[in-house]
T-cell receptor, first 110, second 115 residues
């Protein structure tokens, strides 16, 4: 089955700096790669996603890149703000079934 | 604002007791997932249903866990008997019928503590 690895497990940055989270997946049939943000005590919520026929997608301060050949994808957050502090999960999906990475705890220091 | 709902939000029980968690997916969504979240294991897929039929429950301990979808508006996850290692947050998520690229919408979760 699909296996998703996510790095780093924790990330601390200064406000205004960029943050990058990386994920790899194992099943080349995966065709949808969402990123979820989970604040403490809350439900995971989708922040951005990318389909396998696209290499990059951007939405304001967040962007995701996908390298299908290497089977890895990354989340980029620019100009980080304290409210970006949360746990971020990547996922790889086949036919709507998602396997999640272990999560990255991002802390943005004011 | 359509949302997935789950009940109860919190449950404290003693080892050996039966626990039933309920989920109401977003109206019109035909795929329902159950996840377990712990600090150590992240988000684990336990089981999922499509059009109310169970498609995969390989993530569940079969001897004590069971998942059902008695109708399109209700999914249940039952643990009997419960054990302290079952303590976790259980999330339900639903997805629509728009092909392969379906966002999953998560419920607020049920925080289960087994003493």
């Amino acid at each position: 089955g699909e296996n998703v690895e996510q790095h780093p497990s924790t990330l601390s940055v200064q406000e205004g700096d960029s943050a990058v989270i990386k994920c790899t997946y194992s099943d080349s049939a995966s065709n949808y790669f969402p990123w979820y943000k989970q604040e403490l005590g809350k439900r995971p919520q989708l922040i951005i996603d990318i389909r396998s026929n696209v290499g990059e997608k951007k939405d304001q301060r967040i962007a995701v890149t996908l390298n299908k050949t290497a089977k890895h994808f990354s989340l980029h957050i620019t100009e980080t703000q304290p409210e970006d502090s949360a746990v971020y999960f990547c996922a790889a999906s086949i036919k709507s079934v998602m396997r999640f990475g272990a999560g990255t705890r991002l802390t943005v220091k004011p | 604002d359509a949302r997935v709902t789950q009940t109860p939000r919190h449950k404290v029980t003693e080892m050996g007791q039966e626990v039933t968690m309920r989920c109401q997916p977003i109206l019109g969504h035909n795929t329902v997932f159950w996840y377990r979240q712990t600090m150590m294991q992240g988000l684990e897929l336990l089981a999922y249903f499509r059009n109310r039929a169970p498609l995969d429950d390989s993530g569940m301990p079969k001897d004590r866990f069971s998942a059902e979808m008695p109708d399109a508006t209700l999914a249940t996850l039952k643990i009997q008997p419960s054990e302290p290692r079952d303590s976790a947050v259980y999330f339900c998520a639903s997805a629509g019928t728009g092909g392969s690229y379906n966002e999953q919408f998560f419920g607020p979760g049920t925080r289960l503590t087994v003493l």
